[in-house]
């Protein structure tokens, strides 16, 4: 399997393409929990198979790659992703897992996508494992599972690079202090340098058709979380920094000129922007950038960010 590093495209599997839909690839047809209980007994469903159910509980949909990299962090010893591959294979064929793949103008995607289906829930749920999986999630838009794939990607990049991280948690509710209503950004990550803490709350925006609506929509809760925080806030002791994890540099530029031009900026915090790509560093530092005004004009750079290594 390829390394990050040696990975040489110049354009996100996460990006949206034109024209594009989510093709099912997954197995029809009706397997009884006899026959997969059967499977169970016989050592042909095993618990590295749970370990790859419990995964995709819990960050819903993935890649095969995503999951070989978070099955490694566990400690699960898959030989190769052939070997994770046939496990999968597996799992579909008794509708315990699922999958996708993206197809669009230019063509079907390269990667297919992995999430859970009615006999997965029923096995956790026998395990008195929490599965909040509904039918409906898999009829997910393509731009909410593309969020979601970027948004893994970044934890799972910070999981296996960052020597600071803490905690972090996916989908954290944040409660807009005006309205009183919560809302959910990708995930919470918090950091511990030499005993300074932060947290790093992330944004994935994709270029959706009404992307640049909703960015206006969930910024104007972001204000409102920001300009009325106070220490404890949806379990925030501090005030959290926000990252916005986009498609490319130009989709960064995008986003900064419509904070600016529809007035989104927050003063208790800077912007700062990644794309899907600067995940794929073997050391994350530099993974960050921000807008800064020089001669009366913005202008971008890199942030040096010690937290992240």
């Not at 050592?43 to 960050?59: A, D, P, Q, S, W």
């Not at 699922?98 to 063509?107: E, I, L, M, P």
């Not at 997910?140 to 593309?146: C, F, G, L, N």
Request: aromatic share 12%; net charge positive; proline share 2%.
């Amino acid at each position: 399997m390829l390394q990050d590093n040696e990975i040489r495209t110049k354009v996100s599997p996460f990006a949206m393409r034109e024209q594009e839909i989510k093709v099912f690839d997954g197995k029809d047809g009706y397997v009884s929990m006899n026959q997969i209980i059967q499977k169970m007994n016989l050592g042909h469903i095993t618990e590295v198979h749970f370990k790859i159910l419990n995964l995709i509980n819990k960050f819903e949909f993935l890649t095969s790659r995503q999951l070989f990299f978070l099955l490694q962090l566990e400690k699960v010893d898959i030989a190769s992703q052939d070997k994770l591959n046939t496990k999968l294979e597996q799992l579909i064929k008794c509708k315990i897992l699922t999958r996708y793949y993206f197809q669009a103008v230019d063509g079907s995607g390269i990667y297919r996508i992995y999430c859970m289906e009615k006999m997965g829930k029923y096995l956790l749920n026998s395990r008195e494992i929490e599965c909040k999986w509904q039918p409906t999630d898999n009829a997910k838009p393509v731009e909410m599972i593309k969020k979601k794939l970027a948004g893994n990607q970044v934890v799972i990049a910070y999981l296996r690079k960052s020597t600071h991280l803490e905690s972090y948690e996916l989908k954290p509710l944040i409660t807009d202090k005006v309205t009183g209503k919560g809302f959910k950004p990708i995930a919470n990550i918090k950091f511990d340098l030499n005993g300074n803490k932060i947290n790093f709350v992330y944004e994935v925006i994709r270029r959706n058709e009404n992307w640049k609506e909703e960015l206006v929509d969930r910024m104007q809760k972001w204000k409102n979380f920001y300009n009325n925080f106070v220490p404890g806030d949806s379990g925030f002791f501090s005030v959290p920094q926000l990252i916005f994890v986009c498609e490319d540099e130009k989709h960064m530029a995008e986003i900064f000129k419509e904070l600016v031009m529809k007035n989104l900026q927050i003063d208790k915090i800077k912007f700062y922007f990644t794309t899907d790509l600067e995940q794929n560093k073997d050391v994350l530092d530099k993974s960050l950038f921000e807008f800064v005004e020089k001669d009366g004009k913005y202008q971008i750079q890199n942030v040096v960010a010690k937290i992240l290594s």
